[in-house]
């Protein structure tokens, strides 16, 4: 079972980083507040980042083509999900 933490940014207080457990990415993106996410008026993707944070992986959503980005989960995966892997926007292929 893969499991998904709800992250706020540090200066955030009062706020219950919350946990949920999934299968697919389906299940995933029917969790209330990932659905909010992926319906903001500037919303591009949600995105694996490409780097590991120990046993843990962040999810990224992607505004603005892209070009405005932050973490706003924590994944653990036991089986991957089919998400784009996110790439700092200096970096990616043209």
Not at 22 to 31: H, K, P
Not at 87 to 93: I, L
Request: hydrophobic share 30%.
């Amino acid at each position: 079972m893969n499991k998904l933490r709800r992250r706020f940014p540090n200066c955030f207080t009062g706020y219950e980083e919350t946990e949920h457990e999934f299968s697919t990415l389906e299940e995933m993106l029917e969790i209330d507040w990932v659905k909010n996410a992926t319906q903001q008026p500037d919303y591009h993707q949600l995105s694996v980042g490409s780097e590991n944070w120990g046993d843990k992986k962040s999810l990224m959503i992607e505004l603005n083509d892209g070009n405005t980005w932050f973490v706003i989960g924590w994944l653990w995966l036991e089986n991957e999900i089919d998400l784009p892997k996110w790439e700092h926007p200096k970096r990616r292929k043209k």
